[in-house]
């Protein structure tokens, strides 16, 4: 067995920055968007090492990279992201914000899927965040998932685990801390990742120049994805106020943190 | 209006220092980030840096460097690096990238390369391909240990020094068998040799100890080889303390091939290829650049840093959010933006001028070997010889830079590119021009670099000298003083400037300078490029006036030995060279950006705010090249009686002759100053509205 891993997934501007709504030209937008700095989703991101580590350990597998994005802003990204895994990349030319429409988001994606050369729907595993920085639907994985046709559908992963009769195990978060663990008899199906369970991958430049030598032309060659939210009217954007209350404290032992912390949780 | 809305990101920089179409740069980009931000950082925050002894906390460095691909950057990929060709525009990305966070991970990670450089530049080619593929990290699959160098240059006290006159190593031949290879005996101590605590062999320069020798040369020692490899005692040093430092003493026999560059044998002599001082002269020309841009991200990164607490200085007490106090915070007061504003103009300049010096090398490196093609294949060898082949040249260099300078339509094309395709005529070009860029850079931004980061380390207060300082600035300025005096203190940087500042190649590009960039003032007015004009004219016209004046004994100003005027107008000249250069990025950026979906949105803004930055910062390096000449043209002279020529109330101040004319200059340059400061004023205040990131670059 073998799989074909499509990993849905774009950039969000960087959570450190200092992000305020505003309304533009096109409706709701965050301020000086273009010009902050972007990252990769980090829900996607744990999406896409879970996939690359799957298809390091099953032959043949190979993991696709579905990106519906501003392309000036994915090229930045990208030098950082190719040098983690091997993937191909597949670019939508489009905003990434939170502001657009799940719906209209999934509609896009799904036929980019459809469209990828070589891409066999009995070995698909489809993955992406359960939720994603920029917004908190949990929606596009389901309906990317339900316009492809694949019923089989996880949320909130933290493990995946192939067994040796090519069914897999799949571990899903419940509320309170607890798992529900799953049997899938066989691809495909939707996985939208919670953390996963691995690190960040180290960079591997070798990695990096063989991936950006089909992410390049794969940017340039993005087409543009009409994305937005029309009919909706936003009433209200609100990010959650920042709050950070830093002290610089040295040599305190962690135990002595810690309880710290959770008296601070106790009120 | 809205000017500059963020600090400039990535794609600015990318436009800026010209690596926008090279991806393999931009990895590397991310790639020493993540590094700086994550495993160095850590290391400051945690006080790593408070012990002289290399630590196993800190090799946690060297891991880092293999793991994110840096160990590999300066190797080919026929050795196992994944970068091909040039590197040293790829060296100087990695360097400000670690050193915007510690310096000292930058040298710990450049230090390899330092050793492996002589090996680089001048090895034979079966050195290159065993030391490189040594020194990059293990294939998957592979096990084996990284090798790691150092170089050892300086002796110990009190021969340190880069002065290449004095090498007090030592070697002889110990055995010569019939028809086998010499074995050679290498005496060498050194001091403040970086890497030497891990460091798994050594180029080491020696001098020769034995009539059967002919010259110095460098040798590389291995850990195995037989005798005494000690690294010695740590030095105890006060800055850099990321990267490992000793005094080891060295005692080996070697084969005689471990002679860098290879030697032939001659009536029973061995006979070098190339001396210690022509391999080294090689790689410092190199190896200084990373050093320079090094000092610059000190400066860059001390921005965002000290606005955050300039802006969350009163917050503690009883102003209230809304009220200026509380949103502004120092930022109310237009002396804290200032300053501020100059600190980072100079690190804009130091840096512009670091790159542009990184990429030259990298237009020199592949000229460079295709003139020692040249020359070998016509037989002429060793530098006199070189140097009078290339004399020709030099006037052919001259007329590639006038004809470069006319308009397109105007000049010979085809005569044009015939010179262009000279490789001769190029490396002429070339080395003129880098022996000014290069060591203006390493004297200019380590030097006055380390003054502004005193300014920056002011501006947090009492906050600035503690380890807590976000930024990690004051150790941030105490490890500039040391990037002053790396690889040659400024007096050497000096001394090269001196030599290279008054060359026909470098005038007739100064002269073209001028004219190009009067042109540029015509189209884009008030952004400086006429104050700078007017002062390179004022810089030109003094050197060209000393060379022939006198002192009242009669001697001669412009002197190799006359070290306060000679020395005195390389600062001159760095000051200038250097705005030069961020003005030639700023140029860049507006006339690429709007091809950058990403920069195009808010372009004018910043282009203003940079144009405004550089024009401030061309009115500082007239001022310093006006006072510069007008105390060395007038310094020289016995002062008159005080009721005549100097100061009288209709005194002229005629003590020369051309004084006029020198007058004439002067007063150009003071109003070309013109607006300076209204741009000063313009560019501060954008700094109160810049928006920074919510948290911190680096942990504290
Ligand atoms: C932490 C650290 C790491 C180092 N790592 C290495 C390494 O790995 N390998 C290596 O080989 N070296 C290394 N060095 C040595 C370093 O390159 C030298 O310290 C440096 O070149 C300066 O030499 P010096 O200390 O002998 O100063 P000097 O050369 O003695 O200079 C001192 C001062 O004397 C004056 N002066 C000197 N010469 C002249 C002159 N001709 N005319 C006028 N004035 C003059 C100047 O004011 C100068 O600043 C390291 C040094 C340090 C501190």
Known sequence: ?267 | MERLRTLPGDDVRQIMWRFADRYDLQMVVQSSRSVARTTAARLVADGARNTHEWTPEKAELLKAFDASGLTGMFMEPEQGGFLAGPKNLAMCLVAFELSWVDGGAATCNLATDLALAPIHERGTQEQKDYYMSKCVPPQPGEDREVWRGAFALTEPLPYVGVDTGVVSGKVRIDEWKEGEEPMLQVEKRGRFITNMAFANFVTAAVNTDDERIKSSCMVILEEGDEGTYDPGAPTLKMVHQLSATNDPVLSLKVPASRIIGGYTVQDGMIVPNYSHGEIIAAVFQRTRIPVGVMTSAKLLSAVEPVIRYQRGRFRGGESKPGTPRYELGLQQNEDANHRLLDVWSTGESMASLGFAAGRMADDFDPIEKEKERIFAEQEIKGPRAQMKALKPKEQDAIEMIQLRAKPEGDRDQARLDALEADPLVQYSYLSAMSNVYIPACKLWNTGYGCQMMREAVAMMGGYGITEDCPGFLGQKWMDAQLEATYEGPEVVQRRQLALSMTGPVFAAQLTAWIDELRLHAQETPGRGHCTLATAFELWAWTVEHLQSAKDPEGKPLMHGRRQGVTFALADALAWLVAVKCFMDDVDELAEKGPMNAVVAEGLDALVDFFGDMATWQAARAAGEAGRVAADLVFGYILHPDCAGECCSADAAGNLFEGAEAFYALRRKVDAAVAGARLAKDRAAADLTKVMIPEALDYPL
């Open chain 1, 1 to 267: 067995m073998s799989y074909h891993i499509v990993v849905c997934g774009s950039i969000v501007p960087d959570p450190l920055q200092t992000l305020e709504p505003v309304t533009g030209p096109q409706g709701p937008a965050l301020k000086n968007e273009m010009m902050l700095p972007a990252v990769l989703d980090p829900w996607a991101g744990h999406a896409l090492y879970e996939a690359a580590n799957l298809a390091k350990n099953v032959p043949d597998s190979k993991v696709w990279l579905v990106s519906l994005g501003p392309k000036a802003k994915l090229q930045q990204v990208m030098m950082n992201v190719a040098q983690k895994v091997p993937f191909e990349l597949v670019v939508l030319d489009g905003p990434s914000g939170g502001f657009t429409e799940a719906e209209e988001v999934a509609a896009h994606l799904a036929k980019a899927i459809e469209s990828i050369d070589g891409l066999d729907k009995s070995k698909l595993l489809l993955f992406g965040g359960w939720q994603s920085a920029s917004r908190g639907t949990g929606a596009v994985m389901q309906i990317v998932g339900e316009t492809l046709g694949i019923v089989d559908q996880f949320q909130g992963v933290d493990k995946l685990e192939p067994q040796a009769d090519g069914s897999m195990q799949v571990k899903e978060r419940m509320e309170g801390g607890s798992y529900l663990v799953s049997t899938l008899s066989a691809p495909p199906a939707v996985f939208g990742w919670a953390t996963g369970t691995l690190p960040e991958p180290p960079n591997n430049p070798q990695v990096g120049m063989q991936n950006m030598r089909f992410i390049m032309p794969a940017i340039q060659k993005a087409q543009p994805a009409q994305v937005g939210a029309a009919g909706v009217e936003f009433k209200s954007v609100e990010l959650p106020a920042q709050r950070r209350e830093t002290r610089v404290v040295k040599d305190v032992p962690a135990a002595d943190i810690a309880r710290e912390i959770v008296d601070w949780i106790k009120g």
